[in-house]
């Protein structure tokens, strides 16, 4: 990551401070990867590098996303329906009561991720998509340069993410999935499964890894 800048310093400090699920370096190693994603995949004729990322909770991995976009003038769309994973429901491990909107009783983190990205000052840089993952991929057109999986880790959900969204990836694009734990005592298996099967296929080859986040890179088109 390119250190010793002001900005980046500050959107790391940000995104630090900013609540969610994503350690310190393993946030660094996203920004590091997805600023990788913009480098490449600079091309004005091209249009704007586009990212994704599924799964976006307040807003913290979002904050190092949107700063490897700003610094490398691409655009990150932030997928999240904004009701919580299975996991974040009330009676599960990850669930916060004040995130319950009181009108209806369901989790709204959409109000969180606005300030998140606001305080950020990030506007330019991030656009929320508020909706369905796999709704939203079946309309989706644009290569991606990056994509960031993170949404529902349940096997439904997680392989759902993966269809829908690896396929967009660009050839010599990005793909990052977070939660990957070769050893199931350490978390669930749905996100290592679909790391196993991107390394299977073939077309994909490893491009760095921390903590359970893992980044992939493409080296063929899909059949
Ligand atoms: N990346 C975040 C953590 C994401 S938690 C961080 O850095 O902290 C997983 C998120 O996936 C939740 O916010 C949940 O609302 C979202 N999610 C789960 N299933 C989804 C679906 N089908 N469509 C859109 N978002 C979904
Ligand atoms: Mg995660």
């Known amino acids: 990551m390119a250190g010793g800048d002001i900005r980046v310093d500050e959107l790391v400090a940000l995104a630090r401070a900013a609540r969610g699920f994503m350690p310190d370096d393993e946030g660094a190693t996203l920004l590091a990867a997805a600023e990788r994603a913009g480098v490449a995949f600079n091309d004005p004729a091209a ?56 009108v209806d009783g369901r989790i709204d983190t959409l109000p969180h991720w606005r300030r998140t990205v606001a305080r950020a000052r990030l506007e330019s840089s991030v656009v929320g998509m508020v909706g369905d993952s796999p709704t939203i991929a079946k309309a ?32 010599g694009g990005w793909l990052a999935i977070h939660d990957v734990f070769p ?26 890894e921390q903590g359970s986040l893992r980044i992939l890179r493409r080296t063929a088109r899909d059949p």
């Open 47 to 102: 249009g704007a590098p586009v990212f994704v990322e599924i799964g976006a909770w307040c807003g913290k991995s979002t904050v190092y996303i949107g700063a490897a976009a700003e610094r490398t003038g691409a655009v990150l769309f932030s997928v999240d329906h904004h009701r919580g994973s299975e996991e974040n429901q009330a009676g599960w491990e990850h669930h916060d009561a004040d995130l319950v909107d009181p």
């Open 183 to 208: 050893d199931p005592a350490d978390g669930g298996r749905p996100p290592y499964e679909l790391w196993c099967d991107a390394l299977a296929s073939g077309r994909w080859r490893e491009d760095g």
């Open 140 to 171: 989706w057109r644009r290569p991606l340069a990056f994509c960031f999986i993170d949404g529902g880790h349940g096997e439904a959900p997680a392989w759902a993410d993966y269809r829908g969204w690896a396929p967009h990836v660009a050839l």
